[in-house]
C-alpha cells in the first residue's frame, strides 16, 4: 500500500488564511487540514473547527494536488491541479498528465474568496458544458479538439486515481468510483486565461491558432491525431468569435485575481503580475508537459529503483530530484502536511498496446486480418481517436494461442537544471549539467506488468557540454564559444563524470555538421572530449573514457534521404546491442520494496545524443536506436518483428513523434521538425513546407516570447528571486546563471591583479571591486555601462576592461594616486525610463578627478600589450607604442610672438584642461540571482555604503602619497571628498530623450 497522499483536495477561505482540507476515501480518516496565512504566506496546520461553512454556493472548489506556493514581493498566489487525464498506466497505477490549474491569491480574505468563487464557477460551468456536449449524437471534431484545449476531459477520459485503466479496482482502495468522480475530472477553469491558446506575449497568438494548438496539445498527451485536417480549424467567423471571447475572460480572471494587488504594489516588478500568471496557467496547465502519479515514482528509471510503489516512504521522499519540477514551489509545505507533496515531472508520458504473432499467418491478401494490431490509450470517448469497429471486435476475444498482447512505454523526463527556453539556454552550466537534458526510457511489458519480462531502454539527450550561446535574432546564427579552454574542460567533465556514474558507459553521438556555421562548436566538443579521454588514461582511470562519434546528419541525409540514419545504427548497433536494457524478471512481484532483488540484468551504458537544438535530429536518431533495441527485446520474447505482416508499425512511429513534438514544445515552443519521418518513416516536400512554418514560428518566439518566459521559469524553479521581474523591467532581458556570478567576480579579480600588477613586490594590493563604468574614458555619460574591475593598491588605482565571455582583460588604465585632486560622491542617474533605473537611493556613484603623470598609463590587449601612456611618457615603462609618446595636451604654442601672453591659455585654465575623470557606479546591492557561489558574509552593504568605503580608501591613500609640503599641526588636512549630484534626477530626465523613452515602451509593449 503506497504512503497516504491527498488525491482530492477541498480549496476555501476562510477569515484569516485560505485552508486546504485533503478529502479521504469514505471510510477513512481524512488528513489535518492546512492554512496559508494571508499576507506573509506562512503554511500551518489547523483543526476542523476553524474550517469556514463550505455549504454555500461556489465557497469552495475541488483540486487534485497542490503544485506549491510562490510569492512576488508581498503577493502569495496557491496553485492547485484542477484537471487531469490519465494517458497511462504503471503496474496498473494511473499516470496522469495536468490539463488545468488555478491560481488562487493569498492577500486577504476578500480576494481570496473572489478568487475562489470565480475559480468554483468556471468549474461548474466547464462540467455542465461538457455534459450538454455528451449527450448529442455527434459531436464535431472542432468541439472535441476545443474541449481538450481548454482542459475538460471526455466521457470516460478521466479514470478514477482510484482504478487502473484496466478497469480492475487497485489494491487498497476500496471506494466505488462515482459520477461525481467523473464530473470532477472534467472540471477545470475553462474560460480564463488559459484560454488564450498558450501564447506567451501579446503578439504570439497569431501563430497559436485554434488549430495548431490543439494539435499539439493532443501530442503532447500521447494521442496521435487522425482527423481529417478540414475538420481541425473552425471556420473564421467562429475563430474569430471564439477568440473575442477567449480575450474577454482572460482579462477578467487577471482582474479577480491580481489587479487590487498590482494597483497597492510597491514593487515595480508586480506590474508584470498578470503576465506570470497567465504564463503559470499556461505552463502548468494547458502546455500538458507535467506528469504525475499518486502511486508510483515516475522520477527513476527502472535500473534507478523507479516506476514502482514507495511503500510507507512518501513519494516526494524517494523523486529524483533532477526531475522534481515543483520541489521549490512545494518547501513552505515541507513542515505542515507533506500529504499535499504531489511531485510533479516535465516531459511527455505516452503509452500504446500491439499484438504480435508468435506464427503470423502467410497471407497475401490485404484484407486479412493484421497480426500486428494497435491499441492505444486515446480515450474511448473521442471520436475522431476510436478505434476501428472491426479492432474493438478483435480486442475483445481471447488471443490465439501463438498470439499475445504487449505494452510500450515511453517516459521522458527533463531536468531542472540549466532548463529553460532555446537560445536562452544553451550550452552547459558550471557543474555540468546541459540545456535541454532530457532523460527517455522506453519500457516493454505486457499490460498486467506481472506475467512477463519488464524490459527498460535508456537514452540522453542534452545540449552540447560546452559555455556557447546564439543569437536568436537569426534563423541560423553562428555558435559562440565563451568562457576559457579550461573552464570548458572542467565544465565537460564534470558533465561526463555525473553521466558516467548515473548510466555507466557513455556514448557520445554528435549530430552537427562537419562543414559551415556548426563546425566551431563540433570541433570543440570533440577536441575537449580527446583530453577528457587523455586525463582519464593518465589517471589511471581506463575504461571511464567517452566514446565519440561525429554523425553530420545534414551531409548524410541530403536529399530528403533520411533513411541513412540506418547507417549511424550500422556504427552503433553492436554496441547497443552489448549494452542490454535493464531487465525486470516476470517472477518477482508487481512493485513493492524489494524490487531491486528482481532486477535481473542492468544495461551498462546510455547513448547520449546531441545536434543543436538536441529536438529534430536528435528525435529521429533515437527512435531509430529505440526501434533496434525493440525488436532485440521481442527476440527475447520469443517474437521476430520482422516475421509480421504489419511492418509500418505505426504504433510505434507515432508515439515517439508525440515524445518529440513534446519535448520541441517545451523548449522551443514549437512541434518538432522532420516529424513527418519519424510517424510515416517518408520525407517528402509537404515535410519541407512545414519545417519552414515551424522555423519561422520559432525564430519569432525567439525574438519575441522567449525572454519573459525564460525569466518566469526560472523564478518558478527557485533559480532566481522575485527581483528578477525589477531586473526585467529595466532591460527587457533575463540572465543566464550558468557561471556563478559570485565565483566570476572573484576570479575576474584575481586574474585582473595577475595581469596589471607588474612588479607585485613594489606595489602592496589594497582591494579589489566590480563596479560600473562608462564605455569611453574620461566622461560621465557615455552609454552603455559596462561591469568593469577596480583595483587600489598603495600608489595606484586600476581601471580594468574585463572581458567576461572569454575571461580575460582587454584593457585597463593605471592612475597614480599622487595625481588625484579629487572625488566626488553622490546620486549617480545615467536614465529615467524605468523605476529602479530613477531610483535615486540606488544609483549611487562616485568620479576621481586626477592630472596625468608619466605613470598614468592606459593598455589594450589585442594579443600583445600595446600602451598609451601620459604627455611625459617616454615608453609607459618601456612598452609605450608610437600613439603613446603623444602628449594628451599639446605644449603652449610659441608662434603668436609678442601675443603669446594674451591668447596662450592660462596657467589655471591650462590646468583644468589636463585634468582627467574616471567615473563608477555601485552596481545594485540586491540581485535576482539565488547565487549559491556567494559566500555566506552577513548582511549586505548598501550602494552607498560600497561607493563609501571605496571613496574612503582611495583618500586615504591618496594622502600618504601626496605628503603636505608645510606640516599644518593639528589642523585637519582637508578632505578631497566632495559630496553632491553627479548626475542628478532632474538632468537625468532632461537628458533622456523621447525616442529612448518610446524605444523602452516599445519594447515594454513587445516582450512585456
Given at each position: 500500500?503506497?504512503?497516504?497522499?491527498?488525491r482530492?483536495?477541498l480549496i476555501?477561505?476562510?477569515v484569516?488564511?485560505l485552508i486546504?482540507?485533503p478529502?479521504?476515501?469514505?471510510?477513512?480518516?481524512?488528513?489535518?487540514a492546512?492554512?496559508v496565512?494571508?499576507?506573509?504566506a506562512a503554511?500551518?496546520?489547523?483543526?476542523?473547527d476553524?474550517?469556514?461553512d463550505?455549504?454555500?454556493p461556489?465557497?469552495?472548489?475541488?483540486?487534485?494536488g497542490?503544485?506549491?506556493l510562490?510569492?512576488?514581493?508581498?503577493?502569495?498566489?496557491?496553485?492547485t491541479?484542477?484537471?487531469?487525464?490519465?494517458v497511462a498506466?504503471?503496474?496498473?497505477?494511473?499516470?496522469y498528465?495536468v490539463?488545468d490549474?488555478a491560481?488562487?491569491?493569498?492577500?486577504?480574505?476578500?480576494?481570496?474568496?473572489s478568487?475562489?468563487?470565480?475559480?468554483?464557477v468556471?468549474?461548474?460551468?466547464?462540467?455542465?458544458?461538457?455534459?450538454?456536449?455528451?449527450?448529442?449524437?455527434?459531436?464535431s471534431d472542432?468541439e472535441?479538439?476545443?474541449a481538450?484545449l481548454?482542459?475538460?476531459d471526455?466521457p470516460?477520459?478521466?479514470?478514477?486515481?482510484?482504478?487502473?485503466v484496466s478497469?480492475?479496482e487497485?489494491a487498497?482502495?476500496?471506494?466505488?468510483?462515482?459520477?461525481?468522480?467523473d464530473?470532477?475530472?472534467r472540471?477545470?477553469?475553462?474560460?480564463?486565461?488559459?484560454?488564450?491558446?498558450g501564447?506567451?506575449?501579446r503578439?504570439a497568438e497569431r501563430?497559436f491558432?485554434?488549430?495548431?494548438?490543439?494539435?499539439?496539445?493532443r501530442?503532447?498527451?500521447?494521442?496521435?491525431?487522425?482527423a481529417p485536417?478540414?475538420?481541425?480549424?473552425p471556420?473564421?467567423?467562429?475563430?474569430k468569435k471564439?477568440?473575442?471571447?477567449?480575450?474577454?475572460?482572460?482579462?477578467t480572471v487577471?482582474a479577480e485575481?491580481?489587479s487590487?494587488?498590482?494597483?497597492?504594489?510597491v514593487?515595480?516588478g508586480e506590474?508584470?503580475?498578470?503576465?506570470l500568471?497567465?504564463m503559470?496557467?499556461?505552463w502548468?496547465?494547458?502546455?500538458?508537459?507535467?506528469?504525475?502519479?499518486y502511486?508510483?515514482?515516475?522520477?527513476?528509471?527502472?535500473?534507478?529503483?523507479g516506476?514502482?510503489?514507495?511503500g510507507?516512504?512518501?513519494?516526494?521522499?524517494?523523486?529524483?530530484?533532477?526531475?522534481?519540477?515543483?520541489?521549490?514551489?512545494?518547501?513552505?509545505?515541507?513542515s505542515?502536511?507533506q500529504?499535499?507533496?504531489?511531485?510533479?515531472?516535465?516531459?511527455?508520458?505516452?503509452?500504446?498496446?500491439?499484438?504480435?504473432?508468435?506464427?503470423?499467418?502467410?497471407?497475401?491478401s490485404?484484407?486479412?486480418p493484421?497480426s500486428?494490431?494497435l491499441?492505444?490509450w486515446?480515450?474511448?470517448?473521442?471520436?475522431?481517436?476510436?478505434p476501428?469497429?472491426?479492432?474493438?471486435?478483435?480486442?475483445s476475444?481471447?488471443?490465439?494461442?501463438?498470439?499475445?498482447?504487449?505494452?510500450i512505454?515511453i517516459?521522458?523526463?527533463?531536468?531542472?537544471?540549466r532548463a529553460?527556453?532555446?537560445?536562452l539556454?544553451?550550452?552547459?552550466d558550471?557543474?555540468?549539467y546541459?540545456a535541454?537534458?532530457?532523460?527517455?526510457e522506453?519500457?516493454?511489458?505486457?499490460?498486467?506488468?506481472s506475467?512477463s519480462?519488464?524490459?527498460?531502454?535508456v537514452?540522453?539527450?542534452?545540449?552540447?557540454?560546452l559555455?556557447?550561446?546564439?543569437?536568436?535574432?537569426?534563423?541560423k546564427p553562428a555558435?559562440?564559444?565563451?568562457?576559457?579552454?579550461?573552464?570548458?574542460?572542467?565544465?565537460?567533465?564534470?558533465?561526463?563524470d555525473?553521466m558516467?556514474?548515473?548510466?555507466g558507459?557513455v556514448q557520445a553521438?554528435?549530430?552537427?555538421e562537419?562543414h559551415?556555421?556548426?563546425?566551431?562548436?563540433?570541433?570543440?566538443?570533440?577536441?575537449?572530449?580527446?583530453t577528457?579521454n587523455?586525463?582519464?588514461e593518465?589517471?589511471?582511470?581506463?575504461?571511464?573514457?567517452i566514446?565519440?562519434?561525429?554523425?553530420?546528419?545534414?551531409s548524410?541525409c541530403?536529399?530528403?534521404?533520411f533513411?541513412?540514419v540506418?547507417?549511424?545504427?550500422?556504427i552503433?548497433?553492436?554496441?547497443?546491442?552489448d549494452?542490454?536494457?535493464?531487465?525486470?524478471?516476470?517472477s518477482?512481484?508487481?512493485?513493492?520494496?524489494?524490487?531491486?532483488?528482481?532486477?535481473?540484468?542492468?544495461?551498462r551504458g546510455a547513448l547520449?545524443?546531441?545536434?543543436?537544438?538536441?529536438?529534430?535530429?536528435?528525435n529521429v536518431?533515437?527512435?531509430?536506436f529505440?526501434?533496434?533495441?525493440?525488436?532485440?527485446?521481442?527476440k527475447?520474447?520469443?517474437?521476430d518483428?520482422?516475421a509480421?505482416?504489419?511492418q509500418?508499425t505505426?504504433?510505434?512511429?507515432?508515439?515517439?513523434?508525440?515524445n518529440g513534438?513534446?519535448?520541441s514544445?517545451?523548449?522551443?515552443?514549437?512541434?518538432a521538425?522532420k516529424g513527418?519521418?519519424?510517424?510515416?518513416?517518408?520525407r517528402?516536400?509537404?515535410g519541407?513546407v512545414?519545417?519552414?512554418?515551424l522555423?519561422?514560428?520559432r525564430?519569432?518566439?525567439?525574438?519575441?516570447?522567449d525572454?519573459f518566459?525564460q525569466?518566469?521559469?526560472?523564478?518558478?524553479l527557485?533559480?532566481v528571486?522575485s527581483?528578477?521581474f525589477?531586473?526585467f523591467e529595466d532591460?527587457?532581458?533575463t540572465?543566464?546563471?550558468?557561471v556563478?556570478?559570485?565565483?566570476?567576480?572573484?576570479?575576474a579579480?584575481?586574474?585582473s591583479?595577475?595581469?596589471?600588477?607588474?612588479?607585485?613586490?613594489?606595489?602592496?594590493f589594497?582591494g579589489?571591486?566590480t563596479?560600473?563604468?562608462?564605455h569611453?574614458?574620461?566622461?560621465?555619460?557615455?552609454?552603455?555601462f559596462?561591469?568593469?574591475?577596480?583595483l587600489l593598491?598603495?600608489?595606484a588605482?586600476?581601471?580594468?576592461?574585463?572581458?567576461?565571455?572569454?575571461?580575460?582583460?582587454?584593457?585597463?588604465e593605471?592612475?597614480?594616486?599622487?595625481?588625484?585632486?579629487?572625488?566626488?560622491v553622490?546620486?549617480?542617474?545615467?536614465?529615467t525610463?524605468?523605476?529602479?533605473q530613477?531610483?535615486?537611493?540606488?544609483?549611487i556613484?562616485?568620479?576621481?578627478?586626477?592630472?596625468?603623470?608619466?605613470?598614468?598609463i592606459?593598455?589594450?590587449?589585442?594579443r600583445?600589450?600595446?600602451?598609451?601612456?601620459?604627455?611625459?611618457?617616454?615608453?609607459g615603462?618601456?612598452?609605450?607604442?608610437?600613439?603613446?609618446?603623444?602628449?594628451?595636451?599639446?605644449?603652449?604654442?610659441?608662434a603668436a610672438?609678442?601675443?603669446?601672453?594674451?591668447?596662450s591659455?592660462?596657467?589655471a585654465?591650462?590646468?583644468?584642461?589636463?585634468?582627467?575623470?574616471i567615473?563608477?557606479k555601485?552596481?545594485?546591492?540586491?540581485?535576482?540571482?539565488?547565487?549559491?557561489?556567494?559566500?555566506?558574509s552577513?548582511?549586505?552593504?548598501?550602494?552607498?555604503?560600497?561607493?563609501?568605503?571605496i571613496?574612503?580608501?582611495?583618500?586615504r591613500l591618496a594622502?600618504?602619497?601626496?605628503?603636505?609640503e608645510?606640516?599644518?599641526?593639528?589642523a585637519?588636512?582637508?578632505s578631497i571628498?566632495?559630496?553632491?549630484?553627479?548626475i542628478?534626477?532632474?538632468?537625468?530626465?532632461?537628458n533622456?530623450?523621447?525616442?529612448e523613452?518610446w524605444?523602452h515602451?516599445?519594447?515594454?509593449?513587445?516582450?512585456?
Open positions: 500500500m503506497p504512503a497516504s497522499l491527498a482530492k483536495l476555501c477561505a476562510a484569516d488564511g486546504i482540507q478529502l479521504a476515501p469514505k471510510g477513512q480518516r481524512p488528513s489535518q492546512v492554512k496565512r494571508y499576507g506573509d503554511v500551518s496546520s489547523t483543526t476542523r476553524q474550517l469556514p463550505v455549504s454555500t461556489n465557497a469552495s472548489f475541488e483540486a487534485f497542490v503544485i506549491g510562490f510569492t512576488v514581493s508581498r503577493l502569495s498566489y496557491l496553485i491541479v484542477t484537471g487531469r487525464q490519465q498506466q504503471i503496474r496498473g497505477y494511473p499516470v498528465v490539463t490549474v491560481l488562487t491569491p493569498c492577500t486577504s480574505q476578500a480576494e481570496a474568496e478568487a475562489v468563487r470565480h475559480t468554483s468556471q468549474l461548474r460551468r466547464a462540467a455542465s458544458d461538457n455534459n450538454k456536449t455528451t449527450t448529442e449524437d455527434e459531436v472542432s472535441t479538439d476545443a481538450s481548454f482542459g475538460r471526455e470516460d477520459e478521466v479514470q478514477s486515481d482510484r482504478d487502473s478497469g480492475k487497485t487498497g482502495e476500496a471506494e466505488p468510483k462515482r459520477d461525481r468522480d464530473e470532477e475530472g472540471s477545470s477553469i475553462a474560460e480564463d486565461v488559459i484560454k488564450r491558446k501564447s506567451y506575449g503578439f501563430w491558432s485554434h488549430r495548431g494548438w490543439v494539435q499539439d496539445s501530442r503532447n498527451m500521447g494521442i496521435s491525431d487522425t485536417q478540414n475538420q481541425d480549424a471556420t473564421d467567423a467562429k475563430a471564439q477568440e473575442s471571447k477567449d480575450k474577454k475572460l482572460s482579462n487577471v485575481t491580481a487590487h494587488g498590482v494597483n497597492t504594489a514593487s515595480t506590474s508584470l503580475l498578470p503576465k500568471l497567465r503559470a496557467h499556461i502548468f496547465g494547458t502546455s500538458h508537459s507535467f506528469y504525475f502519479s502511486d508510483v515514482d515516475i522520477t527513476r528509471n527502472l535500473a534507478n529503483k516506476l514502482s510503489t514507495t510507507e516512504t512518501p513519494l516526494h521522499r524517494v523523486a529524483e530530484p533532477l526531475f522534481y519540477w515543483n520541489r521549490h514551489l512545494q518547501k513552505p509545505f515541507a505542515a502536511n500529504d499535499l507533496l504531489l511531485p510533479l515531472m516535465q516531459g511527455f508520458v505516452g503509452q500504446r498496446e500491439f499484438i504480435v504473432d508468435r506464427n503470423p499467418p502467410q497471407v497475401d490485404d484484407k486479412a493484421e500486428l494490431e491499441s492505444d486515446t480515450p474511448s470517448g473521442s471520436a475522431a481517436a476510436s476501428p469497429p472491426e479492432r474493438q471486435e478483435r480486442a476475444v481471447d488471443l490465439r494461442p501463438s498470439e499475445k498482447k504487449f505494452l512505454t517516459v521522458s523526463r527533463r531536468a531542472i537544471k529553460g527556453l532555446r537560445y539556454r544553451r550550452g552547459i558550471e557543474d555540468g546541459a535541454n537534458g532530457v532523460e527517455t522506453q519500457l516493454l511489458s505486457t499490460p498486467s506488468w506475467d519480462n519488464i524490459f527498460s531502454f537514452q540522453v539527450r542534452g545540449s552540447i557540454p559555455f556557447f550561446t546564439q543569437s536568436p535574432y537569426s534563423l555558435p559562440i564559444l565563451q568562457h576559457s579552454e579550461a573552464a570548458n574542460l572542467k565544465a565537460l567533465s564534470r558533465h561526463f555525473n558516467t556514474r548515473r548510466y558507459k553521438v554528435n549530430l552537427v562537419k559551415g556555421v556548426e563546425s566551431v562548436i563540433g570541433e570543440a566538443f570533440e577536441r575537449n572530449v580527446a577528457y587523455e586525463t582519464k593518465k589517471d589511471g582511470k581506463q575504461g571511464e573514457e566514446d565519440f562519434e561525429w554523425f553530420d546528419f545534414h548524410a541530403r536529399g530528403m534521404k533513411e541513412n540506418s547507417l549511424l545504427l550500422d552503433l548497433g553492436s554496441k547497443i546491442e549494452w542490454g536494457s535493464t531487465v525486470e524478471s516476470a518477482s512481484p508487481a512493485g513493492g520494496g524489494n524490487q531491486a532483488a528482481s532486477i535481473t540484468s542492468t544495461q547520449r545524443t546531441n545536434c543543436m537544438d538536441c529536438l529534430d535530429r536528435t536518431c533515437q527512435s531509430s529505440a526501434k533496434h533495441m525493440l525488436d532485440l527485446q521481442m527475447q520474447e520469443g517474437f518483428m520482422s509480421q505482416r504489419d509500418v505505426s504504433w510505434f512511429n507515432t508515439l515517439w513523434a508525440d513534438d513534446a519535448i514544445k517545451q523548449y522551443a515552443s514549437t512541434a521538425m513527418d519521418y519519424t510517424r510515416t518513416r517518408k517528402d516536400y509537404r519541407m512545414n519545417d519552414l512554418g522555423s519561422l514560428t525564430f519569432y518566439n525567439g525574438m519575441v516570447n525572454y518566459s525569466a518566469a521559469i526560472d523564478f518558478l527557485g533559480n528571486t527581483l528578477v525589477d531586473e532591460t527587457m532581458m540572465k543566464d546563471p550558468a556563478s556570478m559570485a565565483k566570476m567576480r572573484e576570479q579579480i584575481e586574474t591583479q595577475k595581469i596589471v600588477l607588474e612588479n607585485p613586490e613594489a606595489e602592496d589594497i579589489g571591486w563596479i560600473l563604468s562608462p569611453h574614458s574620461d566622461t560621465i555619460k557615455s552609454l552603455p559596462e561591469e568593469v574591475v577596480l593598491t598603495d600608489t588605482l586600476y581601471l580594468c576592461r574585463f572581458d567576461w565571455k572569454l575571461d580575460k582583460v582587454s584593457s585597463f593605471r592612475v597614480d594616486l599622487a595625481h588625484v585632486v579629487g572625488i566626488k553622490g546620486t549617480y542617474i545615467t536614465s525610463v524605468s523605476p529602479a530613477a531610483d535615486e537611493g540606488k544609483n556613484g562616485l568620479v576621481v578627478t586626477y592630472e596625468p603623470g608619466k605613470n598614468d592606459k593598455r589594450v590587449n589585442t600583445s600589450l600595446s600602451s598609451i601612456s601620459g604627455p611625459a611618457s617616454s615608453g615603462k618601456g612598452r609605450a607604442s608610437a600613439e603613446g609618446d603623444r602628449p594628451s595636451t599639446p605644449p603652449p604654442s610659441t610672438g609678442i601675443l603669446a601672453p594674451i591668447f591659455p592660462s596657467k585654465s591650462t590646468k583644468q584642461a589636463q585634468q582627467k575623470k567615473a563608477f555601485a552596481l545594485y546591492a540586491l540581485s535576482s540571482m539565488a547565487d549559491s557561489g556567494a559566500k555566506p552577513g548582511r549586505v552593504l548598501s550602494e552607498q555604503e560600497q561607493i563609501d568605503i571613496a574612503s580608501e582611495i583618500e594622502f600618504i602619497n601626496q605628503p603636505l608645510k606640516p599644518t599641526g593639528d585637519e588636512r582637508q571628498v566632495e559630496r553632491g549630484d553627479i542628478s534626477l532632474a538632468e537625468a530626465k532632461r533622456t530623450g523621447l525616442l523613452t524605444g515602451a516599445v519594447k515594454k509593449l513587445v516582450w512585456a
